[in-house]
């Protein structure tokens, strides 16, 4: 039987992650897979949302489903913006690192981590979980070019930078979801 995972995911930063991750199984896009529709995440925490994404491409493709879901958590904020993560402005990526400088101006606090949660879901009902965390600080002005979402923003406390002024490697290396997918390989 081939390796073959679907990554329940219209992202292609994560998408793209998620393969550099778990190099021993073929991972399908949801176009890939034929899957096409929207999952609405209904879950209070990232672990709840992962397994209700994976849990419906799993049911709509037929073939295991991996998901996950992933944010910032700020210490000053009381955990904001959590699992709101994409959607913490109402806009875009950029408006979202904008309301998150501005509810922080004059804040000394400045801890925060990233949290992934993800869950990989078989058509015969089996479910294999894990979770990774990442921490920092966030920084007071946006720092370097790669990366996508709060990258900019997040200065890494094990690479000593911002996650967009690091390479891909680096970032996965220590990363939220890095960690989670390794804890998840180890598993599987």
């Given at each position: 039987?081939?390796?073959?995972?679907?990554?329940?995911?219209?992202?292609?930063?994560?998408?793209?992650e998620?393969?550099?991750?778990?190099?021993?199984?073929?991972?399908?896009?949801?176009?890939?897979?034929?899957?096409?529709?929207?999952?609405e995440?209904t879950?209070?925490?990232?672990?709840?949302?992962?397994?209700?994404?994976?849990?419906?491409?799993?049911k709509?493709?037929k073939?295991?489903?991996?998901?996950d879901?992933?944010?910032?958590?700020?210490?000053?904020?009381?955990?904001?913006?959590?699992v709101?993560?994409?959607?913490?402005?109402?806009?875009?990526s950029?408006?979202?690192?904008?309301?998150?400088?501005?509810?922080?101006?004059?804040?000394?606090n400045?801890?925060a981590y990233?949290?992934?949660?993800?869950?990989?879901?078989?058509?015969?009902?089996?479910v294999?979980?894990?979770?990774?965390?990442?921490?920092?600080?966030?920084?007071?002005?946006e720092?370097?070019?790669?990366?996508?979402?709060?990258?900019?923003?997040?200065y890494?406390?094990?690479l000593k930078?911002?996650?967009?002024?690091?390479?891909?490697?680096?970032?996965?290396?220590?990363?939220?979801?890095?960690?989670?997918?390794?804890?998840?390989?180890?598993?599987?």
């Amino acid at each position: 039987m081939d390796k073959i995972i679907v990554a329940a995911t219209g992202n292609a930063h994560k998408l793209k992650e998620i393969r550099a991750v778990l190099k021993d199984w073929k991972i399908l896009s949801e176009e890939e897979s034929g899957f096409h529709g929207e999952v609405e995440e209904t879950g209070a925490t990232f672990a709840e949302n992962a397994l209700i994404k994976a849990q419906a491409v799993c049911k709509a493709t037929k073939l295991p489903a991996l998901a996950d879901d992933s944010g910032l958590c700020v210490e000053a904020l009381g955990g904001a913006p959590g699992v709101y993560s994409a959607r913490y402005s109402g806009g875009g990526s950029a408006e979202n690192r904008a309301l998150l400088l501005k509810n922080l101006q004059g804040e000394n606090n400045r801890k925060a981590y990233f949290a992934c949660a993800v869950a990989l879901v078989f058509p015969d009902g089996r479910v294999i979980t894990a979770e990774g965390r990442t921490h920092g600080e966030i920084l007071e002005e946006e720092r370097g070019e790669n990366g996508f979402g709060y990258d900019s923003l997040f200065y890494s406390d094990d690479l000593k930078k911002s996650f967009a002024e690091s390479s891909d490697e680096e970032k996965n290396s220590v990363s939220h979801r890095g960690r989670a997918l390794r804890e998840l390989e180890a598993k599987l």
